[in-house]
């Protein structure tokens, strides 16, 4: 009998057994359920449904209205109030209220609600975003998410996996999304459907933590059920930062496991890479991209909303203008990265540069607001979702890109890449 | 026996839950509403000519996207009563079967079924029967599982009766 990949070796210890294979059906126990303004208002409803009343464990529960917080409208206001009164009825400990929250997968593993080796479900899909630490952690709709509160448990299908071996060292402007905007490219989105994304490798040391977050977070667009990486020094020292009381729990893949198909990433070859409209698998680098004039930049988002984008954003925007006739908006994640981004001087050398900053919200990556595009409008964005209609009128379109590339294309005005404005 | 039959609306690949319902319309929960509304940036007749019974027939990774549930509660609404794809995206495959919508992954299906066909589904054995044409087709079986769910009519229904 093979072994197990790391993903599975933490279903079967939350499954309590001893081993599990690709395809069989398990139920196991849950370390953290999470939800939205969106879809818990749904989940709450179901959980009406539940013939046992109230919440398996206040204390694993987390409920961050982010989508469309500061309230866009009356209806979202409704919603988020839904969110609040049952966070309050039923004394959640990590409710997070306009002030104190982020974006969701930002906030999350900043507050060390998420650590090595817990079994995560949320109702949003970039949820995976935590395997970055060492967790499970995959997205669920509202309905799993009322279960998973009322019960504490959730059914999977244990996935089998596709090895990503990593190596090399990333040039100056190349960052965790080009890594996982090449993988997508590479395999499309549905090229890990139903499978785990396992990041392994001697160039992990080379990938900082909010390098490998953006890549957790986009396995969903290569329809992966979670995307992981092994827990390293890096991921230690973030823990230990943030999560200081939190038991973490290192699981390693077993030598003999089993892969579906296995890649080499070599990061020294990579180059800054754009997902066009509107799929995230269409990808080009710089050597097949012409003149693409643009409306607007977004950088912000679960995907590359941490600090780490916002000081590659604002290197390259520093003593620099956003192109006239270009709106530059930046969103930080959470409310830390936004007063350590003012520490920084960050917010100073945006505004001076003509972006916006806004508090954190996912705002415009679903075109709710805060940077709706309307007919024909283009967008470089630094978000994870290119679709049609995404961020605004159907006939729009939204090119996905690392921070450099979406402050350097805020530059021209065009997509650009970061040496067509910095060394 | 659980049957439907219905007209087809036939829509390509990785139809995404932003096409399914956009999320301008994500401040309601309100099913009602949500099926005005119902694959608009994609097709702006469906709203308006679905019918109770009708069937969507797709290709492969339908549902891609977000895990809104909005987006199978917004077909259900419809009134369509089984969409059938080559595959579904995993987060929308969960939550239809935990809403009880029903749901078929059929290759041959999908290569045959043309848009505006009369189909029909007979649930008990998988057998999808294009009735324009007459060609039938097995779609496949879900595990014991999740066909004890899909039974219960959703998830909680199956939680509540454990």
């Known amino acids: 009998m093979s072994g197990m990949t790391m993903s599975q070796k933490i279903l079967a210890a939350h499954a309590g057994l001893d081993k599990v294979e690709a395809g069989q059906l398990i139920e196991a126990d849950l370390d953290l359920v999470l939800g939205n303004d969106i879809t818990s208002p749904v989940a709450i409803g179901e959980l009406k449904k539940f013939t046992k009343e109230g919440v398996f464990d206040k204390d694993k529960i987390a409920l961050v209205p982010d989508h469309f917080v500061p309230n866009k409208d009356i209806k979202s206001a409704e919603n988020c109030k839904c969110v609040r009164e049952f966070a309050i009825r039923n004394n959640i400990t990590n409710y997070f209220e306009v002030g104190k929250m982020g974006i969701e997968h930002a906030l999350l593993p900043e507050q060390g609600l998420t650590v090595a080796g817990d079994l995560i479900i949320g109702a949003d899909s970039h949820t995976c975003t935590y395997g970055a630490l060492g967790a499970f952690s995959t997205g669920i709709g509202s309905t799993d998410m009322a279960a998973g509160m ?4 959730a059914w999977f299908k244990v996935p089998s996996a596709i090895k990503f071996n990593i190596v090399g060292k990333p040039s100056k402007w190349v960052s965790g999304k080009d890594v996982i905007l090449h993988i997508i490219g590479m395999i499309g989105v549905d090229g890990a459907l139903y499978k785990s994304m396992e990041f392994v490798g001697e160039g992990i040391k080379n ?95 679960c995907t590359n909303g941490r600090i780490d984008d916002l000081r590659i954003s604002a290197e390259i925007l520093n003593g620099r203008h956003v192109a006239d ?55 470089v964005s630094t978000t994870n979702r290119n679709f049609v209609g995404r961020m605004g009128a159907i006939d729009s379109e939204i090119y996905l890109a690392s921070p450099a590339v979406a402050a350097a294309s805020a530059i021209t005005g065009k997509l650009s890449q970061p040496s067509e404005v910095i060394d | 026996m659980k049957t439907a039959k219905g007209t087809v609306f036939r829509y390509g690949d990785n139809v995404d839950t932003d096409v399914i319902i956009p999320a301008r319309y994500l401040n309601t929960t309100d099913a009602g509403e949500l099926a005005k509304h119902c694959m608009e940036d994609i097709d702006k007749e469906f709203a308006s000519k679905v019918k109770a019974g009708d069937i ?71 057998i999808i029967t294009d009735e324009t044409t007459g060609s039938s087709f097995k779609g496949q079986a879900f595990p014991p599982f999740m066909q004890k769910i899909i039974d219960s009519e959703g998830l909680i229904n199956y939680i509540n009766s454990k």
């Open chain 1, 150 to 153: 009322a019960t504490g448990k």
């Open chain 2, 56 to 126: 969507i027939v797709a290709d492969k990774n339908f549902g891609c996207g977000s895990s809104r549930e909005h987006a199978p509660i917004a077909i259900k609404a419809s009134g369509v009563s089984c969409v059938i794809a080559r595959s579904f995206a995993r987060i929308f495959y969960r939550n239809s079967i935990n809403i009880g919508l029903p749901i078929i992954e059929c290759d041959e299906a999908a290569d045959a079924i043309k848009n505006g066909d009369v189909v029909s589904i007979d649930f008990d054995t998988g």
């Open chain 1, 325 to 379: 006739g270009v709106r530059c908006i930046v969103i930080p994640a959470t409310q830390k990265i936004y007063l350590q981004a003012m520490e920084e001087g960050l917010i100073k050398t945006f505004i001076e540069a003509g972006a916006i900053v806004s508090t954190p919200t996912c705002g415009p990556c679903l075109g709710g607001y805060m940077g709706v595009l309307a007919s024909k409008e283009r967008c």
């Open chain 1, 207 to 301: 990938l900082t933590m909010d390098d490998r977050f953006t890549i957790a977070n986009m396995a969903i667009e290569a329809g992966g059920k979670n995307g992981i990486f092994p827990v390293d020094d890096i991921a230690i020292e973030y823990m230990k930062e943030h999560a200081p009381n939190k038991k973490y729990v290192v699981y390693e893949a077993d030598e003999d496991a089993v892969y579906d198909e296995e890649y080499t990433i070599d990061l020294s070859t990579l180059k800054s890479t754009v997902a066009y409209p509107h799929l995230p698998e269409n990808t080009h680098t710089f050597d097949d991209i012409e003149d693409i004039k643009i409306d607007q930049v977004v950088i912000g988002s």
